[in-house]
T-cell receptor
Framework: GQNIDQPTEMTATEGAIVQINCTYQTSGFNGLFWYQQHAGEAPTFLSYNVLDGLEEKGRFSSFLSRSKGYSYLLLKELQMKDSASYLCAVRDRNQAGTALIFGKGTTLSVSS | EAQVTQNPRYLITVTGKKLTVTCSQNMNHEYMSWYRQDPGLGLRQIYYSMNVEVTDKGDVPEGYKVSRKEKRNFPLILESPSPNQTSLYFC?????????????FGPGTRLLVL
């Protein structure tokens, strides 16, 4: 079956760097997504990794190691508005409809 | 503006009263999906549709129905709602199933079943 693990909560201060880890087990890995979700709002796309390595996009970067079943989202120069839930989602080609399997999310609280 | 819309955004109803949550996208996407989100459980897929007239069950389909008569619309139907269907519901669409394309999420529908 599929399993995605990420920490439930993290805290950090403005201006700092935080790394949110995600480990996954899936039979037909076909890409990993990170989403940001503010409370009560829709998830919004942050990044996509399908090959090993680092993808950088402004203050946010995402890393993937397929052999380890591991990804992280790196947020630099944290701002108060980065307080949100961060969702790791894996696409499994063996899942009906190649569906996205979501982790439970990591709630990040940024304080001043 | 490219978007996914859902209606209603908020709904309070009573057990057994049939309801429909509409979802519409204006991006000509083939793939559409419904999720529910509950505290501690994350996003779970209810139903999905690969294209017009093609729908299939996700992880938690019990108590729900869907239809895809047109490409842009994918309504979620609760024939006889129960309190355990109280949740936050999201509709999502993507150009096709699979690949690197992200899913675009609607704003969500918060449902309370009394």
């Amino acid at each position: 079956g599929q399993n995605i693990d990420q920490p439930t909560e993290m805290t950090a201060t403005e201006g700092a760097i935080v790394q949110i880890n995600c480990t996954y087990q899936t039979s037909g890995f076909n890409g990993l997504f990170w989403y940001q979700q503010h409370a009560g709002e829709a998830p919004t796309f942050l990044s996509y990794n399908v090959l090993d390595g680092l993808e950088e996009k402004g203050r946010f970067s995402s890393f993937l190691s397929r052999s380890k079943g591991y990804s992280y989202l790196l947020l630099k120069e944290l701002q108060m508005k980065d307080s949100a839930s961060y969702l790791c989602a894996v696409r499994d080609r063996n899942q009906a409809g190649t569906a996205l399997i979501f982790g439970k999310g990591t709630t990040l609280s940024v304080s001043s | 503006e490219a978007q996914v819309t859902q209606n209603p955004r908020y709904l309070i109803t009573v057990t057994g009263k049939k309801l429909t949550v509409t979802c519409s996208q204006n991006m000509n996407h083939e793939y559409m999906s419904w999720y529910r989100q509950d505290p501690g459980l994350g996003l779970r897929q209810i139903y999905y549709s690969m294209n017009v007239e093609v729908t299939d069950k996700g992880d938690v389909p019990e108590g729900y129905k869907v239809s895809r008569k047109e490409k842009r619309n994918f309504p979620l139907i609760l024939e006889s709602p129960s309190p355990n269907q109280t949740s936050l519901y999201f509709c999502a669409s993507s150009p096709r199933a699979g690949g690197r394309e992200t899913q675009y999420f609607g704003p969500g529908t918060r449902l309370l079943v009394l």
